[in-house]
């Protein structure tokens, strides 16, 4: 099945978790990604908080593979910032290989704060916020 981002606005919870589990890490991304924060997934109000929060408060990630670090694009001006350092280890949800985006040595602001990513399709990879071991939000990085 072919996904997208218009697609994954459209799944709920539940799909977007087994969607996660199924997929593999896939490459240490690399370059400027554009973010599509998740929330109250399946829902009428999914794709309108998801521009909302690309407005206001989250635009996206950029890669630096070679570091293994990365910056968020942030605030109305997508200033980059929240540094992070990447690294492959096992999924606190499944104890799989994904993608860590790992805050608690880089950010004072998000030190509690650890991401994972798997690619679900060319270019495109489903994260999840888990913010002290609570999964939180849902989001989507298109290269």
């Known amino acids: 099945m072919a996904y997208d981002v218009a697609k994954l606005l459209k799944m709920t919870q539940t799909e977007l978790d087994d969607l996660f589990t199924s997929a593999e890490a896939g490459p240490i991304p690399n370059g400027e990604a554009e973010g599509t924060a998740i ?24 890669f630096d593979a070679q ?30 290989e994904c993608i860590v985006l790992d805050y608690s040595q880089t950010s004072v602001v998000a030190h509690w704060v650890r991401d994972e990513i798997r690619l679900i399709a060319p270019g495109l990879y489903l994260g999840k916020v888990i913010w002290k071991k609570a999964r939180l939000i849902h989001f989507a990085l298109q290269f």
């Not at 908080?49 to 950029?62: E, H, L, N, Y």
């Not at 910032?81 to 799989?96: F, M, N, T």
């Open 67 to 96: 570091k293994m670090i990365l910056t968020n694009k942030i605030t109305v001006f997508g200033l980059n910032a929240i540094l992070a350092r990447i690294i492959r280890e096992p999924s606190w949800i499944d104890g799989k």
């Open 39 to 62: 929330f109250a997934p399946g829902t009428h109000f999914t794709p309108d908080i998801a521009r909302f929060v690309s407005i206001f408060a989250w635009q996206g990630k950029v």
